[in-house]
């Protein structure tokens, strides 16, 4: 096992390219499922949940290819062959398959799916979906059987907007019969991605992007050629980083209109922040005031970037108030910055920061990906140095995080652990 060392104060300078997106990534490659041909996927970011899901498309079937940072998926053999446990337990978009698999096969099992422990994301919203596309749902043995004679387009309105339940069931849907309607769909950019790929494949679907998503049953669809979009939230932690950390420092593959809720805020606390059609130049002043957020479904302020922003608002000046309407257990990096001399109290669903104080280097623990995000940037702004473990959840959805801090000019590096750390990093 591994930790990663960050040695505070040092200014960052110079450009960083934003990978493709985790959160499309783990929805198009299942969606490749769909096709009777080959699906070639490019700029895939390197990162453990894309690698697990390649292994999973090959241990049903599918012949895959890597070249580089695109993925060739040959679909043409693969079988509805049950997904229980292993690897399908290791990510939370594993759900993913079962849309995909029920889309093409008219069945599949799938184990229960794993990610980062958030408190209690409920599949119910998928299962109404499957439902009412007609498939039987049940649980037996912690994992999902889905069966269905045939399936039917349907009007589906979904209670709560999610993501992942608006993509799973677009792709059950486009090889149903008829004509499906998604209601109150969620709008995030990674679900035009899917869309798009998905209509490359001979897909009909219009409104991908707004609330209303219309999709036509087709009996057949082919492989394509797709390019992910960049990852926002790769991009956000970048911009954040930058308005803590930073000099002058330039991101690029990057689409600003994903970003709007955030540079919003950055602005309003004082960053300098001028756009360019894929690239972003963040200059922050010497001192930033305080603001509030409150996390929103998009494109309100993303969940995912509330634990790095909550390490940015230590340097500001005043009082912010962070509320996280999305995920409530989403508060445990505060106990980490804490230990780094950070002002923070929870109350309820909200964290209250006060500013600006300088962060102590610490040794630390990422409980969850965003929160290991978190930790790094404060570690970039403190005295001294930080240890942080607990680096599988960091690597599942940044690829190359240490090189390309260190390409801006940071001071970090990975080292391994001692068996007597690993012990206390298991028992704590």
């Not at 070639?40 to 990162?47: A, D, Q, T, V, W």
Request: hydrophobic content about 40%; overall charge neutral.
């Amino acid at each position: 096992m591994q930790k990663i060392l960050v040695e505070g104060g040092r200014p960052l300078n110079g450009k960083v390219r934003i990978s493709g997106a985790k959160n499309s990534a783990v929805a198009l490659l299942p969606a490749a499922i769909l096709a009777d041909s080959k699906v070639i996927i490019e700029g895939l970011p390197k990162i453990s949940d894309v690698d697990t899901l390649g292994h999973l498309l090959e241990e049903i079937g599918g012949t895959i290819d890597w070249r580089g940072q695109t993925i060739h998926i040959d679909p043409s053999n693969m079988t509805s062959m049950p997904l229980p446990n292993g690897k399908v337990k290791k990510l939370r978009a594993s759900y993913y398959f079962m849309g995909a698999m029920l889309g093409r096969f008219k069945k599949a099992v799938i184990g229960l799916p794993g990610g980062c422990h958030l408190g209690p994301r409920p599949i119910d919203q998928h299962i109404k979906g499957f439902e009412a596309l007609g498939a039987k749902v049940t649980n037996e043995q912690g994992a999902i059987y889905l069966r269905a004679d045939e399936l039917r387009g349907a009007r589906i309105y979904l209670d709560v907007v999610s993501v992942g339940a608006t993509i799973n069931i677009m792709l059950a849907a486009v090889k149903a019969k008829g004509k499906t309607v998604i209601e109150n769909a969620a709008k995030e950019p990674e679900i035009i991605d899917v869309a798009t790929l998905l209509t490359s494949m001979g897909a009909k679907i219009k409104g991908a992007g707004t609330d209303v998503i219309r999709i036509e049953g087709v009996d057949q669809l082919t492989g394509c050629m797709h390019t992910i979009i960049p990852d926002r939230i790769e991009a956000g932690t970048y911009t954040i980083l930058a308005a803590a950390q930073g000099e002058k420092v330039l991101i690029d593959n990057v689409i600003p209109q994903h970003l709007e809720s955030l540079l919003a805020k950055l602005r309003e606390m004082g960053v300098s922040i001028e756009e360019g059609e894929e690239q972003l130049l963040i200059q922050p002043g010497k001192e930033v005031k305080s603001v509030d957020i409150k996390t929103l479904v998009h494109p309100g302020f993303p969940t995912d970037l509330q634990q790095p922003f909550t390490s940015l608002l230590t340097r500001a000046t005043g009082t912010g108030v962070v509320t996280d309407t999305i995920y409530q257990a989403r508060f445990k990096h505060i106990d980490e910055l804490r230990r780094m001399n950070a002002k923070i109290k929870v109350e309820g669903g909200s964290a209250i920061v006060s500013g600006p104080v300088q962060l102590e280097g610490a040794k630390v623990k990422a409980s969850d990906l965003r929160a290991g995000a978190a930790l790094i940037v404060a570690g970039l702004m403190a005295d001294g140095i930080t240890e942080i473990t607990g680096l599988e959840h960091i690597d599942r959805g940044y690829e190359n995080i240490v090189e390309k801090l260190t390409s801006l000019g940071a001071n970090i590096w990975r080292e391994e652990m001692s068996e007597s750390e690993i012990e206390q990093f298991q028992n704590s």
